[in-house]
């Protein structure tokens, strides 16, 4: 059985990435296939890192009472 997979993405990349496995001798459909089947078996991995230097907010204050009582209760959820 096969499904059908979606997406959206940056106009420009996919644009390479059409010409680059046009290049190839491979469509876009076999690469993401690849990709997948790489991903799922082990043989490609992903890392996501965060950034060590986000900005710390330490509070924000709502004009609206209601939003600011959400917000605290968020925020306690969160620590």
Excluded at 22 to 29: M, P, R, S, V
Excluded at 35 to 63: A, H, R, W, Y
Aim: hydrophobic share 40%; glycine share 6%.
């Amino acid at each position: 059985m096969t499904t059908q997979v979606s997406f959206t993405a940056d106009e420009n990349l996919k644009n390479k990435a059409l010409q680059k496995a046009k290049d190839e001798g491979i469509t876009l459909k076999t690469l993401f296939i690849y990709t997948m089947k790489g991903f799922v078996e082990g043989k490609i991995s992903l890392e996501i890192q965060g950034i060590e230097n986000e900005p710390d907010v330490e509070e924000l204050t709502f004009k609206n009472k209601s939003v600011n009582k959400k917000a605290e209760k968020l925020a306690k959820l969160l620590l």
